[in-house]
């Protein structure tokens, strides 16, 4: 069934059905999002209900779950963080049996990517990693089901940290793979690179600008995400003067080891940190300056 011709969805004002039973059967920085980031068809926008969870299966948001359960727990989510408009207006582009997921009456709520994570595992009863992916898998099949300008709409409401669930973003490097090479360059164990990583991570956010810090926030798994937090600072714009030497005692403060052995975690973090978040390494670069060089070149 397809619902390119059903006039846009009505909503009766009552209580919103937010039980997954429905389905029983940056800086506030916005992304940008370019017509043509994503492949579409005109097949694709008036897909129905079943060809839905068909995409959300095949993008791996159904694994142990069921995309039906997936998919209730992703788009009554995302119905608290947008606007009342912009849910309808959405709904009105989609399979009717997923209309009724996206009802609020409510103000948007300004919560970031990791608290939309956390609400999706919540409601669908299952760990980060899997709501992450069932997250991601939703949004692909919303960018295939609706229009480019609808769906341009809802990723303006978003934060810039969305982009590590929506189909235009860039690849993220597991927070596991992530410690793992932390801990084979410092030699360290597990639990230790974690710890390592978080100290490190935590005094870099307290020396970059504040944006810069959501930037990196953006391109890295939520894991990741607290301890840059913790550092960030409130201005977005200006960065912390802090010289490589100070920035190895804190490090070395944090962990409790000498800044001999700061360095070589620091230096393992930073070229781990490399590698995952690319090109924008170019900018926590112009921000360092040439000294903090010695931390992931030679």
């Known amino acids: 069934m397809t619902t390119s011709n059903q006039p846009p ?26 017509a043509g980031s994503t492949l579409r068809s005109e097949e694709m926008q008036n897909m129905d209900y079943d060809q839905f969870l068909t995409v ?57 990517v990791d608290e939309f994570i956390r609400r999706v595992a919540e409601r669908g009863d299952m760990d980060l990693p899997t709501a992450t992916r069932a997250a991601s898998a939703v ?34 490097l597991p927070a596991g793979a992530f410690l793992e090479r932390v801990a084979q360059r410092a ?3 597990d639990g230790d ?13 307290e020396r970059l600008a504040a944006g810069e810090v959501d930037d990196l926030i953006s391109r890295l798994p939520p894991r990741l995400h607290d301890p840059l937090r913790a550092g960030r600072s409130g201005d977005a714009d200006q960065a912390q003067r802090m010289s490589l030497e100070r920035f190895l005692a804190r490090v070395a403060e ?23 978040v690319g090109e924008e390494f170019h900018d926590v670069v112009a921000q360092l300056g040439p000294k903090y060089a010695a931390l992931w070149s030679g």
């Not at 944090?254 to 995952?276: C, D, I, K, S």
């Open 9 to 34: 969805l009505i909503f009766i004002a009552c209580s919103p059905p937010r039980p997954l039973e429905v389905l029983g059967r940056r800086r506030s920085t916005r992304i940008r999002w370019s």
């Open 56 to 112: 959300v299966e095949r993008g791996g948001g159904a694994t142990g779950v069921g995309a039906d359960r997936t998919t209730a727990a992703t788009l009554q989510t995302l119905a608290e963080r947008i606007s009342p408009t912009e849910a309808r207006h959405l709904a009105g582009e989609l399979p009717p049996e997923l209309g009724p997921l996206l009802f609020t009456a409510d103000p948007a709520e300004g919560f970031d």
């Open 139 to 172: 949004f692909t099949a919303l960018s295939r089901a609706v229009s480019e300008r609808e769906f341009a709409h809802l990723v303006a409401q978003l934060p810039k940290d969305f982009v590590l669930v929506l189909p235009t973003g860039p690849e993220i």
């Open 187 to 189: 030699q360290l164990h």
């Open 193 to 205: 690179a974690s710890r390592v990583t978080d100290a490190v991570l935590q005094t870099l956010a």
């Open 254 to 276: 944090r962990e409790g080891v000498t800044p001999q052995e700061a360095f070589v975690h620091a230096r393992a973090v930073m070229t781990t940190l490399r590698e995952a």
